[in-house]
Structures are given as structure tokens and as C-alpha cells.
């Protein structure tokens, strides 16, 4: 168990969980016939997927730039997300008077 922290395969095997996650999320939401469904589940599990890799780029000893770059990735990505469901487009709140 300590190799698989010490390697980083641990970060590994979360993130294909993830992925598994958000395949398993986006054909249950084609499925239930939601418009968008990559994008949102996208949206949603991108930031927290640059986390675990900025993570493991911390396990594993590389260099900081590495690990500087996956956190701003992370950044970006829930930048982007706020900013898609902040987007009048996408609210389910209209003004008043509309």
C-alpha cells in the first residue's frame, strides 16, 4: 500500500475513477434526454482533476512548474465553470419582468 503512495498510482486510480464517473454521469444524462450533458459533467469534474494531478505532480517529485501549471490549469477550469453557470443563457432565474 505504501508503494502505490509513494509512486503516485494512488492519484492514478482516483482519476480513472473519475473518469469512469463522469462517462457513467454523462450517458445517464443523454439518457434522461438533458441537452449539454458533456459539457456540464466536463465542467464540473475538470478542476478537481488538475487538483489530483497537481497532486501527484507533488507526490512524485517533479519539478514545481509542473505542479504550478496543474493548479492553474484547475484554476482556469473553475473559472470557466462559474462563468458557464453564471451566463444568462444557462440560468434557470430570469430577470423580473421577462
Do not use: K, Q
Request: glycine share 10%; hydrophobic share 55%; charged share 15%.
Amino acid at each position: 500500500m505504501g508503494d502505490l503512495f509513494a509512486s503516485g498510482r494512488i492519484v492514478d486510480l482516483i482519476v480513472g475513477f473519475a473518469v469512469l464517473e463522469g462517462a457513467v454521469l454523462v450517458a445517464w444524462r443523454r439518457a434522461h434526454g438533458h441537452r449539454g450533458a458533456v459539457a456540464d459533467v466536463v465542467s464540473v469534474l475538470l478542476p478537481g482533476l488538475f487538483l489530483l494531478l497537481a497532486l501527484r505532480c507533488s507526490m512524485v517529485g517533479a519539478d514545481w512548474l509542473w505542479t504550478a501549471a496543474c493548479l492553474l490549469a484547475a484554476l482556469v477550469a473553475h473559472l470557466a465553470d462559474l462563468v458557464r453557470r453564471w451566463s444568462p443563457a444557462n440560468s434557470s432565474e430570469r430577470p423580473p419582468g421577462r
